[in-house]
């Protein structure tokens, strides 16, 4: 445990599985307790007995689809009756919706961006007024290196919310940082975990050479240093930060050629 960590609580969304879970085991291995949530109650429960045992740590479990509007406000709702109070929040939560856009229903994307975007900044609004009171507090919204490269044809919304949560964290970042609070914009690459099972991309992604893979867990231990040194946004990996310096000195015209190209190997369009 971290004496900068001593009994703290850390609300970490979309926690059931890969980068998720892997920062509920980081946060615990520091000396938080936690507030794990997501859809699938049976998995939270799963990984929160074995963190209690491993840990001694506390561990609150709270099934939200945020999809849901209503959903954060019954998450805060939820600790606020535990009474707990939440000293890191990790908005981890998310999903891709593959094809192009005309290819899914409207309502498909409202609920994309909901999870993607709304919910992001609604429980960041909700929980950061209770840092700044206690004058401590550490945020990460996890984006994504597909954040920071121009768009491709296909998951037309993913790399699009994912910027407004880049853009977002450095605002947010500035804001607060006087009130003692670190945000930090998170940006991994490919990494090993259901998320391509779920959007039914494993074979295509299963083409992409291994050294541009990271596993969950590294990119968990990276986000924990990164948000508890102040990083305002962190790139995971090697390869990801050359991609991401690349990007911003490369002519546009260039990337886009590039992207149009390599983009079919990782997206359904």
């Known amino acids: 445990m971290t004496d900068v960590a ?3 609580t850390a609300l970490i969304t979309g926690a059931s599985a890969g980068i998720g879970s892997a920062l509920a085991r980081v946060f615990a291995a520091n000396g938080f307790d936690l507030v794990l949530t997501a859809r699938r109650a049976d998995r939270l429960e ?3 007995q074995d963190l209690r045992a491993r840990h001694r740590c506390a561990v609150h479990v709270i099934a939200a689809d945020l999809a849901d509007p209503a959903a954060p406000a019954h998450i805060f709702q939820e600790v606020t009756r535990a009474g707990l109070s939440v000293d890191a929040l990790v908005n981890n939560a998310g999903y891709g919706l593959p094809g192009r856009f005309l290819q899914s229903s ?4 409202r609920d994309f961006v909901q999870v993607m975007v709304t ?3 609604d429980l960041c609004h909700r929980f950061a007024p209770g840092m700044v009171d206690r004058e401590r507090g550490w945020i990460i919204n996890v984006a994504s290196l597909a954040g920071i490269v121009p768009g491709s044809a296909g998951h037309t919304l993913y790399g699009a919310s994912k910027s ?3 853009r977002f964290s450095q605002s947010l970042a500035l804001e607060l940082l006087p009130h003692g609070i670190h945000v930090t914009a998170l940006c991994p690459g490919f990494t090993y975990s259901e998320f ?4 039914r991309m494993r074979g295509q992604v299963s083409q ?5 893979w990271m596993d969950a867990d590294t990119v968990a231990r990276q986000a924990f240093a990164a948000v508890m040194r102040g990083d305002i946004v962190y790139v995971n990996g090697r390869w990801n930060r050359a991609v991401a310096l690349l990007t911003r000195y490369t002519p546009e015209w260039l990337v886009n050629r590039v992207l149009k190209r390599f983009a079919k ?3 359904r369009a």
């Not at 391509?196 to 959007?199: K, L, R």
Request: net charge positive; glycine share 0%.
């Open 208 to 212: 992409l050479p291994k050294w541009m």
């Open 265 to 267: 190997k990782f997206r």
């Open 106 to 109: 409207w309502e498909q994307h």
């Open 196 to 199: 391509h099972d779920v959007n």
């Open 164 to 166: 407004f949560v880049i």
């Open 46 to 48: 799963s990984l929160a």
């Open 6 to 8: 001593s009994r703290r």
């Open 119 to 121: 919910a992001v900044a």
